[in-house]
């Protein structure tokens, strides 16, 4: 694998390597919050109450220039 290379430069703005945790805690909470919801006598929670993408490790993903940064292109 020592010649795979990225085909988009595209990289995410911090250093945290995914989303992962952050989007498991957060539909962790909508599901706790659903299930205590008496679905009877109130609505259900809005389902974008959750999981701001701003309060995440990593807040999104931007354009690089390759020739600059030659190491992100890397896999």
Known sequence: MSRSRRKTPITGITK???DKRFKEAEHKRERRR???ADLTEETPPDP????NPWASDKDGKHRIDPDKFPDFMRK
């Open 16 to 18: 945290a390597e995914s």
């Open 48 to 51: 974008k109450a959750f999981g």
């Open 34 to 36: 659903l299930k205590a």
